[in-house]
């Protein structure tokens, strides 16, 4: 592997990991009912949506390469609600959720670092005409994947607890931001109301 090749793989991670990081980030310090009840008119849930996550990155990082993951996953059994990936059960509890999405990342990251960026893989679940890929498309993907759903769980969060923010350390807001929330809410709701 070049050193060109090399940084853009890092690059890759670095992101997709800032992504996984955030994800879990919002999850903390919530009991399980706001972890797993309803926030949108379809049934998006904290819990769901890393359940979901991990089963993305199983699949595009285990089937697509030959790396199976090795155990059943939500949804891939004949007989599964399509929404299968999409909640916690009642028998799952937040821990085993994380713990799934820990094993899917170990071994995503296993596959990362077993394979180049041009390895070519096939996604068994894409229409046969563009299901060739290769790990740096698949890892653009996945990159993607987590960032729209991290998106998700921050507006959850928010609408949960009022905690923003984009790390721990970093809530992103302006620096002294002192603004008056409602206040300014209440701003755009006003401007929004004259195009009613």
Not at 85 to 94: G, H, K, L, N, R
Request: cysteine-free; hydrophobic content about 40%; glycine content about 8%.
């Amino acid at each position: 592997m070049t050193d060109a090749e090399a940084r853009a793989k890092a690059d890759l991670v670095e992101y997709l990991d800032a992504a996984r990081d955030a994800v879990l980030w919002k999850l903390d310090g919530l009991p399980e009912f706001d972890l797993r009840r309803p926030m949108t008119p379809t049934g998006t849930n904290l819990l769901g949506v890393l359940k979901h996550l991990s089963h993305v990155e199983a699949g595009y990082l285990g089937d697509t390469f030959g790396r199976p993951f090795g155990e059943p996953m939500p949804g891939d059994a004949p007989g599964d609600s399509v929404h299968a990936d999409m909640f916690a059960t009642a028998d799952e509890s937040a821990e085993d959720i994380r713990a799934l999405a820990q094993r899917a990342r170990v071994h995503g990251d296993a596959t990362i670092a077993a394979l180049s960026l041009d390895a070519e893989g096939r996604v068994p679940w894409w229409p046969e005409d563009r299901n060739q890929v290769t790990l740096h498309a698949v890892l653009v993907r996945l990159v993607g994947e987590w960032n729209r759903h991290a998106g998700h769980v921050d507006i959850l969060r928010e609408l949960i607890d009022g905690e923003v923010g984009y790390r721990p350390a970093n809530d992103n807001l302006p620096p002294d931001d002192e603004a008056d929330w409602p206040a300014y809410v209440a701003s755009l709701q006003s401007i929004a109301d004259r195009f009613r």
